[in-house]
């Protein structure tokens, strides 16, 4: 399910920023692996880590740096995947990365960032892969069903159709007798016999 219209919208409402405090737990961002500021100063590492954001769709915690680098080719949190917005539809271009390396290259180095992207751009294309296997199967059960409704080799109209008990000279009364015999209750054996 879809929580934001865009990755704007997203980081305007859907993104909650973390200030330091001692009831918060060490924790290392799930992108890039180095701590995050949750705890003050003077117990974390300030120049390793980096301001912390929580996705407030699921919950998760990341590095603001990170997440956004990750938001700019990616539209699901790297945590649990839920998608965070509608994606663009856009492929990845080379300018894309370009971005991302020189936002978060300095500081991660080069290639941690660039391993980090191919991961990203490598689970698009095994979920593209996969939704397109959804649509060809959901397709062909389609065919296949349509092909039994045509295979049956007739069709209803309205004629077909009662609409009261009348029409079929029902009196309404329960008739059990079977005097004349005109209803014979055969057994199974009997009728394989015949």
Known sequence: ?????????????????????????????????????????????????????????CGHIHGLECLSAWLDVGNSCPTCKRMLFSASGNAITDQDVADVLEILGPRYGQRRVLAAVARIVAKGEVEGERLRHLGELERERLRVQD?????AG????????????????????????????????????????K
């Open 1 to 57: 399910m879809t929580v934001f219209a865009s990755k704007e919208a997203l980081t305007s409402l859907g993104l909650e920023h973390l200030q330091p405090s001692h009831a918060h737990l060490s924790q290392d961002c799930t992108i890039c692996t180095r701590p995050l500021a949750l705890t003050p100063p003077h117990t974390a590492h300030p120049t390793k880590s980096h301001r912390a954001v929580r996705i407030v769709a």
């Open 147 to 151: 092909g039994r409704v045509k295979s």
């Open 154 to 193: 007739f069709t209803l109209s309205g004629e077909d159709f009662l609409e009261s008990g009348d029409e079929m000279g029902w009196d309404g009364e329960d008739d059990d007798d079977d005097d004349e015999g005109d209803f014979g209750v055969m057994d199974v054996e009997e009728d394989d016999r």
